[in-house]
């Protein structure tokens, strides 16, 4: 059992940045995969980025690649959401999860509001 608390939201400017972090609590054995989701009003979640444990490799949306940066701070239990030159249409709820045997566990999310 995980928990998983999101912070870092807000209101940003057209080319703005944030800085997401997601705190993970409980069993850590096992993770297999660490990612961040959003989802904008009106539409269906989607993945934006993602880090495999065992290998350190990342993946992301190819509209964000470029942009934003997955990490983790194991010493911290924390995964982070660097997100750079924000755009309008990154608006949308982002939650954190974590992948483990196949199953997977989120997080509440954060709202991040990008104006115009």
């Known amino acids: 059992q995980v928990q998983l608390v999101e912070s870092g939201g807000g209101l940003v400017q057209a080319g703005g940045s944030l ?4 705190r993970i609590s409980g069993d850590m054995r096992g ?7 959003r989802q904008a009003p009106g539409k269906q979640r989607e993945s934006v980025a993602g880090l ?7 993946d992301y949306l190819m509209s964000v690649k470029g942009r934003f940066t997955i990490s983790r701070d194991n010493a911290k239990n924390t ?6 030159s924000l755009k309008v249409e ?13 199953l997977q566990s989120w997080g509440q999310g954060t709202q991040v509001t990008v104006s115009s």
């Open 31 to 37: 993770i297999d995969y660490m990612a961040w989701s």
């Open 19 to 22: 800085r997401l972090s997601c």
């Open 90 to 102: 990154d608006t949308g709820v982002y939650h954190c999860g974590i992948v483990r045997g196949g």
């Open 52 to 58: 495999t444990t065992s290998s350190g490799s990342t």
């Open 79 to 84: 995964v982070y959401l660097q997100m750079n």
